[in-house]
């Protein structure tokens, strides 16, 4: 382009799952292993807490979200800082992003919190009840809100940024990401 001059750098990846046409066609296309391994954490948290459901919520969630956030160990705990949860407010009041929860009898279990499009979803953070720990509650919910996203016609589930292992293990595929930088001549 002319007075703009820019360079482009690979930077890491994000791992993005094209979605099938149903929930059990999504079963299939992740292996044997990992279906038998849904399908059972799912027996497991159910049996333990009762039937689930995703129940979509907006900025009223955001202090549910914030304080399971905080219960987790380690730095995953402490990350969620009251300039955190304002930056979180932001982005549901301001950026488009939802939360959604996994809850038992009415009983939330489980957030994601993350932007949803016409056609996709972007899978930003989330939390647990640590009284739940013991029953896959994360794997269970990523679980669910594929299903709710396909059910409602998405076409495409992105982890965004990162590589980590449970991504790939639920179908998704890397797409490499790049840092854009520019300046004018």
Known sequence: MAGYRFSTTEDEVSAVLDL??????????????ERHEVRRKRRRFEAEFGEIAIVQ????????FCAMH????????????????RYFEDLLEHGGATIHTLECDGIPRANAFGFETDD????????YDPDAAMASPGIVLLAAL???QIARGATVFDFLKGDERYKFKHGAQPRQLFVVEGSLR
């Open 20 to 33: 099938p046409h149903s929930y059990d066609a999504w079963l299939a296309s992740i292996g044997k292993k």
């Open 57 to 64: 919520h907006g900025a009223e969630a955001i202090n549910m």
């Open 70 to 85: 905080r219960t987790a160990q380690g730095d995953k705990g402490m990350f969620m800082t009251g300039d955190m949860q």
């Open 120 to 127: 996709g979803y972007f899978y930003y953070n989330s939390a």
């Open 146 to 148: 594929i299903e709710a």
